[in-house]
C-alpha cells in the first residue's frame, strides 16, 4: 500500500495503530525500511547546559577541549622567568626584592618597579614596545613580542587569571584555530594603537590581547543572537567587565590604548571568525532545498568588519 492510500483510506484493517507523530524528514519510510518514528516529537528534548545558550545536538558536537588557554598561560609564565633570569637584578648592586630566597630571579626594587618584575631597560631589550625602535628601527616585530612579556609578577597573575575565565569559554565553543586568531590578531591591534599615540617608555602586557576576547565575546554575542535565551544579561554581563577594565586604564603606568585598540581589533575580528549557523539550516531535512547556513544579517556584518579591517 502506498503512502497515498494510507492517507486517503486510513490505516489497514489489522494494522497497529499509528502514534499520530510524523517522523523526522528523511529518516523513515511509511512503505517499509529505515528506522521506526520516534515515540516523541522531533528533535528529542535535550537538557540544557548552559543558562545563555538553547542547547541542542549540534551544540553539544561544537564543544572543544581547551588546549590554546593552558598553552599561552605557560607560554607567558616561561617567557617572564626567562627575563627574570636574564634581568639579574643582584648584578646591577640595587636593593633588589626577595634577594636572599629568589637569587638572580630577584625581583627590582619597588620604587622602580611595584608590579614585582624587571626593570625597563630589560623589557625593552627583550621585546617592549618601544616607539623609537619601531619606526626609526625598523623592529616591527615588537608590536607582537610585547603581547608575550609582563611588567611584573602581580601583572602577570592578573592577566593570565583574566584569560582563563575569558578564553576558556570561548575555545570550547569554537576551537583552538578561531580563538588563537581572535588572541593575536587582538594583540598585535592593541600594539599598533599603543605606539601611534604612545611615544615614551616601554609597554608590555597581554591586555591587547585579552581585551580583544572581551570584543570578539561582544560580536559573538550580537552575531549569534537568535541562540541565546537571555541575550541582555550576557550583554550586560560584557558590558560592565569591559567598563571595569577600560576604567581601570586611567591609573598610572596602564595603557588604556592597548586595551582600546585590542577591544576594537577582537570586536571585528569575531565578526569574521565567530559566526555561528542558525539551528534552522541544521534542521534542513535531507534533499530538501539548498538554503544557506547563515543569516542576511550575518553576512552583513562579516562583510562590514572584513572591510574595516583592511581599511584599517
Not at 592577566?159 to 587582538?186: A, C, D
Not at 576604567?247 to 565567530?274: C, E, K, M
Request: with cysteine; glycine share 12%; charged share 10%.
Amino acid at each position: 500500500m502506498s503512502h497515498a492510500d494510507v492517507e486517503a483510506g486510513g490505516p489497514a484493517r489489522g494494522a497497529p495503530a499509528t502514534t499520530g507523530i510524523k517522523p523526522p524528514p528523511g529518516r523513515y519510510n511509511a512503505s517499509g525500511g529505515g528506522a521506526p518514528p520516534y515515540p516523541y516529537p522531533y528533535p528529542p528534548p535535550q537538557q540544557q547546559q548552559s543558562p545563555f545558550y538553547y542547547d541542542d545536538a549540534a551544540a553539544q558536537e561544537r564543544h572543544h577541549r581547551s588546549w590554546l588557554v593552558p598553552l599561552v598561560v605557560v607560554a607567558n609564565v616561561a617567557m617572564f622567568l626567562v627575563v627574570m633570569f636574564y634581568n639579574n637584578c643582584p648584578s646591577s648592586g640595587g636593593n633588589c626584592v626577595g634577594r636572599r630566597y629568589l637569587r638572580r630571579f630577584s625581583f627590582q626594587p619597588l620604587k622602580e618597579n611595584p608590579l614585582l618584575g624587571p626593570s625597563a631597560a630589560t623589557l625593552q631589550k627583550y621585546g617592549g614596545l618601544d616607539w623609537q625602535k619601531i619606526v626609526h628601527g625598523n623592529q616591527a616585530w615588537r608590536l607582537e613580542s610585547a603581547t608575550w612579556l609582563h611588567a611584573g609578577l602581580i601583572h602577570l597573575l592578573a592577566n593570565m587569571i583574566s584569560l582563563i575565565f575569558i578564553g576558556i569559554r570561548l575555545e570550547q565553543q569554537f576551537g583552538f584555530w578561531k580563538v588563537g586568531l581572535v588572541y593575536l590578531i587582538s594583540g598585535f591591534g592593541g600594539s599598533v594603537l599603543s605606539v601611534l599615540f604612545i611615544r615614551k617608555g616601554v609597554s608590555v602586557g597581554a591586555s591587547g590581547a585579552l581585551f580583544g576576547l572581551l570584543g570578539a565575546m561582544l560580536s559573538e554575542l550580537i552575531t549569534n543572537w537568535t541562540i541565546y535565551t537571555n541575550r541582555f544579561a550576557a550583554m550586560m554581563n560584557l558590558i560592565i567587565i569591559a567598563a571595569i577594565n577600560l576604567a581601570l586604564g586611567i591609573l598610572p603606568h596602564v595603557d588604556n590604548f592597548a586595551h582600546i585598540g585590542g577591544f576594537a581589533t577582537g570586536f571585528l575580528v569575531g565578526f569574521v571568525l565567530l559566526i555561528q549557523p542558525q539551528f534552522g539550516w541544521l534542521e534542513q531535512p535531507f534533499g530538501g532545498k539548498s538554503k544557506s547556513k547563515y543569516k542576511a544579517y550575518q553576512i552583513i556584518l562579516l562583510l562590514v568588519a572584513l572591510v574595516l579591517l583592511i581599511a584599517g
